[in-house]
């Protein structure tokens, strides 16, 4: 493909020679002006192909020449100097569904007499060498890496030398940088981390105006032969190699119904703690998501048949595979989601427990036989499995609330689809080696459990999906109130896990040994990133101060660290995006008249870490007090009387979880009764987070209205059908009719 005007600025390309046009398909070449020039310009037509692309830059400039492509925030500077500098560049956003829907803009300052020339990519299929001038020697000597083997450059304002550095080989290369007056601070920036064929990342390098780079020969020569995946992947560092034995590897298939597979959008796991890619995976593509639920129904004709008791049987053997792998399998939800060891741990313990449940469940389900008035007749309900139930399940709690889902899904006679969380893709591949290899040896068909690892595609097709039975969403509110009328459009069931914006009251006569670690649990916990956290703590005013106070020193007392260190209490947040949405939700509660007085700010640290935060001085019914912010800021609201502290309690759209801390048993049944908590989980002297199996877990209002794990949860996992049977000679009517 040729291109006869500026990708900037649109005008006419002036007759010079820049280079051969090249004319293979999915090759760009572009002709600039020749001239300094600045401008943006919409470049829909890279919408297709090549998802790589080579940039080679030729003239006889001798200042810097910048070329900045810019997409999701993301920004590639590439130094030029008067010397052909061959590179590949490609972006990454972190919405892969979303990949061509938004801008991809170019701007380009190119300086007098240098022409911009887009070559062809340089590809192969298992590994490319880029070589860069070094120099303005005759033999051109060159820096050589095996892309997309990882080089680091590390640049300060006082030093005038630093190096690249291979974190494969640990080898280096001398950088010089001139003019560095206007550098505003250290970089430590990804030079390349690229693999085939998807894009991935691109890289960000910013240098002072008027800046040249040249790469010195002294260090020129640096070679690389691992390949991409070797070089720049967590699961390849020896530390990491226990990842291994959850049957993961570097490129991994995120496409399960009885055997694996997967062939569209492949997708890399980033650990929140550092922002290193830990592996990829392969996501379904819209024909095998199809493939894998006429597989899942055909799988659901052999479960049915099975015995409830029986089924049992099978859900006690993945509970205790589950228990083998505890560790490792914590270890990974750690790894990938950022919560610390010990909760990735107890996530799983949960749905080991979840298992157990419903071993015993099986033996008991079942509905009542009922007295008839007509005489020789019987009246009872007879409870049956749905059929296919879809799951849906969100990064904060990527083993546990499947778990909840398909333990009892499984007892009742389903077979479930899962497409768990974009972002902890590999927790899902994990879990579903470990169920799929307990249905191989009982000799039962995959697709029983079956996964199909996706983006938004996938989960719409499966809430209009008339084939699935009952979905099972947990996510935002905003997602969960689409997802609910796409089902409700085809009178389908569903089962909402949503928002919560929790509360806990705490009155003049609490114990406060019980409220301050009570509130800290279940503020920072997974640093703020559960449903049940607490978001709104509302003191008395005669104990305001004191609580706050106290509070305070506790959340500066937190351990905060690496999420698999078992000392640590508090891990990152799960994605930037988190970070960018806690730095606007301080700031809008600043607006509104609230004061920080504790945390508020990003921590200078790698990975998405960010202080643990109290705001005091909102009115209960601010905006930002009422919005639910999935992060770690706790506001503390002051109240007067109990009428006034329930009416707060129960004022935002959330009814998920609640607690009062009180010594006063008429205020704790006033808190239960219909005046009380309108929440799904009503608690008293305890946090609103920490919910036990054995209890229906699930909220009102904005949060959906649905029930998993315990109780007679069961029940949405089943139709009912009330059966009279005649086994007299007589055909009495009912009513006397």
């Not at 030398?161 to 206007?182: D, H, I, P, Q």
């Amino acid at each position: 493909m040729h291109w006869d005007c500026c990708c900037v600025c649109g005008s006419a390309v002036q007759d010079q020679a820049c280079g051969p046009p090249v004319s293979k398909a999915g090759i760009f070449t572009v002709k600039g002006p020749g001239k300094g020039f600045k401008g943006r310009h919409d470049l829909h037509a890279l919408s297709g192909n090549p998802q790589l692309i080579g940039i080679d830059v030729v003239g006889g400039a001798a200042l810097l020449a910048l070329v900045s492509v810019r997409f999701h925030g993301c920004t590639a500077i590439i130094p030029v100097n008067k010397y052909i500098v061959p590179l590949l560049t490609e972006v990454h956003s972190s919405r892969p569904q979303e990949l061509w829907s938004c801008n991809f803009y170019t701007s380009i300052a190119l300086t007098k007499q240098a022409p911009l020339c887009v070559g062809p990519a340089v590809q192969s299929e298992f590994s490319t060498t880029v070589a860069l001038p070094l120099s303005n020697c005759e033999y051109f000597p060159v820096l050589e890496w095996t892309w997309p083997s990882r080089l680091y450059i590390s640049v300060s304002k006082k030093a005038m030398c630093k190096c690249f550095m291979c974190r494969t080989c640990s080898s280096t290369a001398k950088l010089e940088f001139v003019n560095l007056e206007t550098f505003e601070s250290t970089l430590y920036y990804e030079l390349a981390s690229w693999r085939i064929p998807s894009m991935q990342r691109c890289f960000t390098l910013t240098l002072a105006r008027r800046s040249r780079l040249l790469l010195r020969n002294k260090f020129a020569s640096v070679h690389c032969h691992q390949s991409a995946a070797m070089s720049s992947l967590l699961i390849n560092q020896p530390q990491y190699s226990w990842l291994k034995e959850l049957g993961l590897s570097e490129d991994n298939l995120g496409v399960y119904n009885g055997s694996w597979g997967g062939s569209g959008e492949v997708v890399t796991s980033y650990c929140p703690a550092n922002n290193e890619p830990i592996a990829r995976v392969t996501q379904a593509t819209m024909a095998e998501y199809e493939v894998t639920v006429q597989k899942a129904r055909e799988a659901w004709k052999v479960w049915a048949d099975i015995p409830a008791p029986k089924r049992g049987e099978i859900v006690r053997q993945i509970g205790d595979a589950l228990r083998k792998k505890i560790t490792t399998l914590g270890s990974l939800v750690s790894l990938e989601m950022g919560k610390i060891f010990v909760e990735g741990v107890g996530e799983v313990q949960e749905y080991v427990d979840v298992c157990d449940y419903a071993v015993g469940l099986s033996r008991m389900i079942g509905g009542p036989i009922l007295p008839s008035e007509r005489p020789g007749h019987a009246l009872l309900e007879q409870w049956n499995p749905v059929g296919l139930v879809g799951i849906i399940t969100a990064f904060n709690f990527p083993v546990a609330v499947y778990g909840w889902n398909n333990a009892i899904a499984m007892t009742c006679g389903n077979v479930c689809l899962w497409k768990g969380a974009p972002t902890t893709p590999l927790t899902s591949v994990a879990v579903t080696k470990i169920v799929a290899e307990v249905l191989e040896q009982n000799n039962l068909p995959g697709a029983i459990c079956s996964l199909t690892c996706g983006g938004a595609d996938i989960g719409t097709a499966m809430a209009k999906d008339e084939r699935v039975d009952l979905l099972s969403f947990t996510g935002s509110t905003h997602v969960g109130k689409l997802v609910a009328m796409m089902v409700q459009e085809r009178f389908g069931r569903k089962l909402l896990e949503l928002g919560g914006n929790n509360a806990i009251i705490v009155f003049e006569d609490a114990d406060l040994n019980l409220v301050v670690p009570s509130a800290v649990f279940a503020s920072v916990g997974t640093a703020g990133q559960r449903c049940t956290t607490t978001r709104r703590l509302m003191l008395h005013e005669s104990i305001h101060d004191t609580v706050v106070e106290r509070i305070s020193k506790a959340y500066k007392q937190v351990r905060i660290g690496d999420p698999w260190d078992p000392k640590t209490l508090y891990g990152p947040l799960h994605t930037k995006q988190a970070v960018e949405q806690y730095l606007a939700a301080i700031e809008h509660a600043k607006k509104q008249g609230g004061t920080v007085v504790c945390g508020g700010k990003v921590m200078d640290r790698p990975g998405n870490y960010v202080e643990p935060t109290i705001i005091t001085g909102l009115p209960h019914d601010s905006p930002i007090v009422h919005t639910e912010t999935f992060v770690p800021i706790l506001y503390v609201l002051k109240f007067k009387t109990e009428e006034e502290a329930f009416a707060w309690n129960n004022e935002v759209k959330q009814g998920l979880s609640s607690s009062i801390f009180t010594k006063d048993m008429g205020r704790v049944f006033r808190w239960m009764g219909p005046k009380g908590s309108d929440c799904g989980i009503v608690n008293v002297n305890i946090p609103t987070s920490g919910a036990e199996i054995g209890g229906a877990f699930g909220g009102e209002k904005h949060t959906g209205g649905g029930r998993e794990s315990g109780s007679d949860s069961w029940k949405q996992y089943m139709r009912r059908s009330t059966c009279t049977i005649n086994y007299s000679k007589d055909l009495p009517l009912a009513q006397g009719i």
